[in-house]
């Protein structure tokens, strides 16, 4: 069964940027990032094809970029102004398989 690995979350200040990272064990596109906050549902993100198409969550349009290196098998999300509401345990997903999470928290 194909493994999902995240990293690059952290503790960054409202207005900063992380770059998290998915490495698939196999290629395994599309691939998609979900999110969840505390007490809340897990959402979609954004989502990448292996030829590169992109859609995202209204919710972080113009601030968080999906990109992807097919030759390593691995999804990133590069996420800039970073606001408190984007604090969540970040999930990579494809194929009906989960990444562990990587847990982003934006201080205020």
């Known amino acids: 069964q194909v493994q999902l690995v995240e990293s690059g979350g952290g503790l960054v200040q409202a207005g900063g940027s992380l770059r998290l990272s998915c490495a698939a064990s196999?290629?395994?596109?599309?691939m998609t990032w979900y999110r969840q906050a505390p007490g809340k549902q897990r959402e979609f993100v954004a989502i990448?094809?292996?030829?590169?198409?992109?859609n995202y969550a209204d919710s972080v349009k113009g601030r968080f970029t999906i990109s992807r290196d097919i030759t390593k098998n691995t999804m990133y999300l590069q996420m800039n102004s970073l606001q408190p509401e984007d604090t969540a345990v970040y999930y990579c997903?494809?194929?009906?398989?989960w990444g562990q999470g990587t847990q982003v928290t934006v201080s205020s």
């Open positions: 196999r290629d395994i596109f599309p």
């Open positions: 990448i094809t292996r030829s590169g198409h992109t």
């Open positions: 997903h494809a194929q009906s398989v």
